[in-house]
Every structure is written in structure tokens, then in C-alpha cells.
């Protein structure tokens, strides 16, 4: 068995990057300190046998009440730690993860790519939804912003929880990773965000 095998067979979280009508979707909530809102990945843990694509389609659907069609990008990356090297991986899968993170001496975390069937809206395990165009997402991994200022900007979210809007928006690492796919996998980005939008 191959390391990227294993890796799936032993992936304890998995999530996906939504697609939706050109927009990537992430939840977005008060950070534990509750002095920032994080910008989260939807996605969590794997339950059960579920492989790691039937946790993220489960959890994408708990956090934000959608129904999700898979893709597969025709690349995979590696990292061993968020601040490690990147490596690009071969897998044979039908539906393969757009990124794998972690090492046989810790927990994997694979994210997908997705298109969203319908608009998405947060759900009972989410206060919020945030949907980010690339440029959005070039803005908040590249410098501080709050999410009032976000909003004055025709930003687009979907609230459900009461929280201080005046907050700096906190990207989390699987947001900063799509910062950087963006840039060096941009014409394969292009063409799915033009996808979704049809």
C-alpha cells in the first residue's frame, strides 16, 4: 500500500472547498478566544467506516444544508504539516482529494473539491456562511479585515448567529492553502469556478 493510500484509509477529518455560483463557501464563527471570526472549512471528523469523500459530502451537509456534487481535480498535493514543502501525489481514484495533509506519525485531514446543488445556508452545527470570490480570498489571506469592512465591500454571507461584526475576519489554513492553489493551479481553478457558475 502506497503512503497516499494509507493516508485515506486513515483519515480522521475531511471536508471539501465549495463551489457555488463562482463563489467558494466557508463557515465563518467567533475563534475560540472569541476575538476574531474565523474562516473555517466546511468539514470534521469521519465517523464510523465512512471513507473520507462520504465524511466530507456527510459534513458539508450538516454544516450548510446542501447537497454536493464531487469533482475530481486532475491534481493532489501533500503537505506533512501546514507549514511544510508541498508535494504533488498520484492517486487512481475516481474522485480524488484536491489536498491531503499529515504523516503516518499524525492524523490525516483530506479537503475535496465540490460543486453546491443549491444555495447554501447555515445550518444547526453553523452560525454563519461566507461565500468568497478569489479576490476575496487573495484580500483576507493577505492582510487584516473585518467582517463589517468585508460586508461594506458587497461581500456575501449568510448569518444565522449573533456576533461582533467588527471582528478581523481569521483565515484558517485550509483557506490560506486555497489562497495558493489559486495562484499556482489557475487555470484548472478557473475552469471549475466557471463551471459552477453555469
Request: include cysteine; proline fraction near 5%; glycine fraction near 8%.
Amino acid at each position: 500500500m502506497n503512503e497516499m493510500d494509507y493516508a485515506l484509509e486513515n483519515t480522521r477529518t475531511a471536508g471539501a472547498y465549495i463551489l457555488y455560483k463562482g463563489f467558494f463557501v466557508f463557515q465563518v464563527g467567533p475563534t475560540q478566544n472569541g476575538d476574531k471570526l474565523g474562516v473555517v472549512r466546511l468539514g470534521g471528523h469521519r465517523e464510523n467506516e465512512e471513507n473520507p469523500l462520504d465524511t466530507a459530502i456527510r459534513e458539508v451537509f450538516e454544516e450548510s444544508a446542501i447537497k454536493v456534487n464531487p469533482v475530481n481535480f486532475p491534481v493532489t498535493y501533500h503537505l506533512n504539516g501546514w507549514n511544510g514543502r508541498v508535494h504533488k501525489v498520484r492517486m487512481t481514484g475516481e474522485i480524488n482529494p484536491i489536498l491531503i495533509k499529515g504523516n503516518e506519525g499524525e492524523a490525516y485531514s483530506v479537503m475535496y473539491l465540490a460543486f453546491a446543488n443549491h444555495k447554501p445556508k447555515p445550518s444547526s452545527e453553523s452560525q454563519g456562511l461566507i461565500f468568497l470570490s478569489p479576490k476575496e480570498i487573495a484580500l483576507i489571506c493577505s492582510r487584516e479585515i473585518t467582517f463589517n469592512a468585508f460586508l461594506r465591500q458587497n461581500g456575501v454571507a449568510k448569518i444565522k448567529g449573533d456576533f461582533n461584526k467588527n471582528l478581523v475576519l481569521e483565515p484558517f489554513p485550509q483557506l490560506l492553502f486555497l489562497a495558493k492553489l489559486l495562484k499556482q493551479e489557475q487555470n484548472h481553478m478557473e475552469k471549475f469556478i466557471e463551471l459552477s457558475k453555469q
